[in-house]
């Protein structure tokens, strides 16, 4: 194969396509309507075509010739007979990116459940296939005209779901981030059954096939299927969330009249691999949690950029200043500080005290350097998310934080880091504040806990104490205010015994 023509190629699966082809030096053409751009600047040439308009084609294609054609938009059985007419004479094989959906709805269908051969097509536009059902018919009837009428080799791939990190339909995220951000959805039929196939590795699959000199159907995608029920479930298990399911949820895009999986081991018997369907489901869903949590991150950053100002102007009332003065009078040595902010805890530390201080607001560490300034301090500032950073075992002799367990997104994880990074005989100071033990109080800090998250990046619902006692932190002393609000801390470092 030296030319291959690519009738659309700008989205997904074929992108990934188009890029496999250029890295093996295969000259390639893609064919679209023009209307979404690509990546590939002047290393591909174009075709302008509307597949609903078979003038077009013909008009595009003529005089030109290529190796391979891989169809990657074809909807309706009017479109596979257009196009086998332009590109008669024109190719020496043809690819048609297929579907699952040529199945009746069931599980793990082999090829031959579905035979093109002896269907009868009739010919129609793609706006006269209506829902799944349509979607069902249209591509049997493709697969049949091609196969019946081409005068070359076919290949029909009938891919399962494709799911990936490039996914613009967001169908796998959907249920990612309704369980993780506890929104309600709804799965009408939860023990239906489907397959699914990797964005990256369908695309290598299609230029892997066309290299090949098989011809007919053919099932790729990772092994086995999976229910929704047991894909909520994995969904569970990953985020630690219970998933929310209602009648009057989100329905899921999941939501299909029946099952619809199939049998891949023809292809694995032919030496293509695919990822495991369990492995490629949790690697795929811990990408986009870890995606979501950079897009959250960066909005906290943003909300406490925006509080610089008015933390550095603030004046604490005299219940704050003493509790910070009875904590902070017990730092000594080398000390870390956690989420330093404006530096409002500067006025308290011994002078002889060496400083090292955190944030992920640059805005903030600009009021706190200032302030580290007017009393004296000559500390090191560094800017980055705690929770990502890292420091050698047992370098401080003192670390503090004040006030910012509230904002974490895993504050055990970040204990355990303090319970590291604390020598064994240092101290651990600790000034948080969290749920109420006041029934009525802690009633309201629950109703209020999203709109104050929202607006603050601050969680006021959090059992500090027993979050504390789960690090394996050994409390010396504590002290509680405010109807158990706000709790002092005097700890030391997990023994590692």
Same mark, same amino acid.
């Given at each position: ?9 700008? +989205?997904?699966? !074929?992108? $990934?396509?188009?890029?496999?082809? /250029? ?33 077009t084609l013909n008009q595009a294609f003529h005089d ?7 169809? +990657? ?47 009868k097509p009739i010919l129609k536009n793609r706006r ?26 076919? =290949? ?14 967001? $169908? ?9 951000? !506890? ?15 990797? %964005?990256?590795?369908? *695309? ?10 098989? +011809? ?12 929704? $029920? ?28 029946? %099952?619809?999986?199939?049998?891949? %081991? ?10 495991p369907l369990g492995q490629l489901l949790e690697e /795929? ?9 950079? =897009? ?27 509790? $910070?003065?009875?904590? /902070? ?110 029934? *009525? ?57």
């Amino acid at each position: 194969m030296k030319t291959a023509l690519i009738l659309g190629g700008t +989205q997904f699966v !074929g992108k $990934r396509l188009v890029q496999l082809l /250029l890295d093996e030096g295969i000259e390639v053409t893609i064919a679209t309507r023009g209307l979404t751009a690509d990546p590939f600047g002047e290393t591909v040439s174009r075709l302008k075509i509307d597949r609903e308009d078979a003038d077009t084609l013909n008009q595009a294609f003529h005089d030109k010739e290529w190796d391979v054609v891989f169809d +990657q938009t074809c909807y309706s059985s009017q479109e596979a007979h257009d196009t086998l007419q332009a590109l008669n004479g024109k190719i020496k094989k043809y690819i048609f990116t297929s579907s699952q959906a040529v199945y009746d709805f069931g599980t793990m269908h082999k090829e031959e459940n579905f035979d093109p051969k002896t269907f009868k097509p009739i010919l129609k536009n793609r706006r006269e296939y209506i829902g799944y059902v349509g979607y069902q018919e249209a591509k049997r009837a493709a697969e049949a005209i091609l196969f019946q009428k081409a005068p070359v080799p076919v =290949v029909a791939v009938r891919f399962s779901i494709i799911i990936g990190q490039d996914d613009y339909t967001n $169908r796998l995220k959907f249920h990612v981030d309704h369980v993780n951000q !506890g929104k309600p959805m709804f799965i009408e039929n939860p023990d239906m059954r489907y397959s699914f196939i990797d %964005s990256k590795e369908a *695309a290598q699959f299609l230029l892997n096939i066309a290299k090949s000199d098989y +011809q007919g159907a053919i099932n790729p995608g990772s092994s086995g299927d999976i229910s929704l $029920r047991e894909l909520v479930t994995l969904i569970e298990t990953i985020t630690e969330i219970k998933a929310t399911l209602s009648p009057d949820g989100d329905p899921s895009p999941y939501n299909l009249p029946g %099952s619809w999986s199939t049998d891949t %081991s023809l292809a694995k018997s032919m030496g293509h691999r695919f990822t495991p369907l369990g492995q490629l489901l949790e690697e /795929l869903i811990d990408s986009i949690l870890k995606g979501g949590d950079r =897009v959250k991150k960066q909005k906290q950053i943003r909300i406490f950029d925006k509080q610089a100002g008015k933390y550095a102007k603030r004046e604490e009332g005299p219940n704050q200043k003493r509790w $910070r003065k009875n904590l /902070l009078s017990h730092a000594e040595g080398r000390v870390l500080e956690l989420a330093v902010g404006a530096g409002a805890n500067f006025p308290y530390y011994s002078r002889d005290v060496k400083i090292t201080a955190t944030d992920f607001s640059e805005a903030m560490l600009q009021k706190a350097k200032h302030a580290a300034k007017s009393y004296g301090f000559q500390a090191d500032f560094i800017s980055g998310d705690i929770e990502a950073m890292d420091f050698p075992d047992a370098s401080f002799d003192t670390i503090v934080s004040t006030l910012s367990f509230c904002s974490y997104d895993k504050p055990l994880m970040v204990l355990e880091k303090i319970n590291r990074w604390c020598k064994p005989d240092g101290k651990i100071l600790l000034m948080e504040h969290g749920i109420s033990s006041n029934a *009525a109080v802690s009633a309201l800090q629950k109703t209020l806990n999203p709109l104050l998250y929202r607006f603050s990046g601050c969680h006021h619902t959090r059992n500090i104490l027993k979050i504390i006692r789960e690090s394996g932190m050994t409390i010396e002393k504590s002290e509680s205010y405010w109807m158990n609000m706000v709790h002092l801390i005097w700890a030391k470092p997990k023994s590692k015994k």
